[in-house]
Antibody
Framework: QVQLRQWGAGLLKPSETLSLTCAVY????????WNWIRQPPGKGLEWIGE???????NYNSSLKTRVTISVDTSKNQFSLRLTSVTAADTAVYFC???????????????????????WGKGTTVTVSS | DIQMTQFPSTLSASVGDRVTITCRAS??????LAWFQQKPGQAPKLLIY???SLQSGVSSRFSGSGSGTEFSLTISSLQPDDFATYYC????????FGQGTNLE
């Protein structure tokens, strides 16, 4: 059974860099995508970005200039860095597995689709001076 | 970016009721849609993927339907444990979530 365990600093000052790590236990690390999602207090869910086992990443366009998601396959871990944080970055941050659902072939290219089936418990990050 | 709109934002119901939550995508996403349940202080839990496929271990009281831009989640007979917030999410083009429906 796949489990995700996450950790990182919970209190930051404005302009600092948020850094979180998620470790994957069980299952295949290479067949899936690995995601970060956040939820501000009392609000909905916002996807931050994803990374695959080779380090290929995609990001939410609204955060792209400040986000880096990286992977360490030797430890089955992936990490989130968010620079220049402000109070608006205060949220619970979740990691989640993107599990391959299916694929289509279009214009001779194969497109794969992944849904998030396993989640970490979340890490509360507060940005305050 | 694909926008997801859920309604209603709040739904009042009672144990035993049949309820339906609707989700609309700003463009066609085929059936690349998931539904999640979230309780306070917990991570979201996957209920439905590919619009209508029930995740393993999830009660058959939950069902999903739809394709293209219109989707729905139905709970056939509400149980006390079902009172939570529900989110739809598209995964046709990266990811985006609906704003949530608070079932109270």
């Amino acid at each position: 059974q796949v489990q995700l365990r996450q950790w990182g600093a919970g209190l930051l000052k404005p302009s600092e860099t948020l850094s979180l790590t998620c470790a994957v236990y069980g299952g295949s690390f290479s067949d899936n995508y690995w995601n970060w999602i956040r939820q501000p207090p009392g609000k909905g869910l916002e996807w931050i970005g994803e990374v695959d086992h080779s380090g290929g990443a995609n990001y939410n366009s609204s955060l792209k200039t400040r986000v880096t998601i990286s992977v360490d396959t030797s430890k089955n871990q992936f990490s989130l860095r968010l620079t220049s944080v402000t109070a608006a970055d205060t949220a619970v941050y979740f990691c989640a597995r993107g599990f391959k659902d299916g694929s289509i072939i279009q214009n001779r290219r194969v497109y794969y689709y992944y849904y998030m089936d396993v989640w970490g418990k979340g890490t509360t990050v507060t940005v305050s001076s | 970016d694909i926008q997801m709109t859920q309604f209603p934002s709040t739904l009042s119901a009672s144990v035993g009721d049949r309820v339906t939550i609707t989700c609309r995508a700003s463009q066609s996403i085929s059936t690349w849609l998931a539904w999640f349940q979230q309780k306070p202080g917990q991570a979201p839990k996957l209920l439905i993927y590919k619009a209508s496929s029930l995740q393993s271990g999830v009660s058959s009281r939950f069902s999903g339907s739809g394709s293209g831009t219109e989707f729905s989640l139905t709970i056939s007979s509400l149980q006390p444990d079902d009172f939570a917030t529900y989110y739809c999410q598209q995964y046709q083009s990266l990811y985006s979530f609906g704003q949530g429906t608070n079932l109270e």
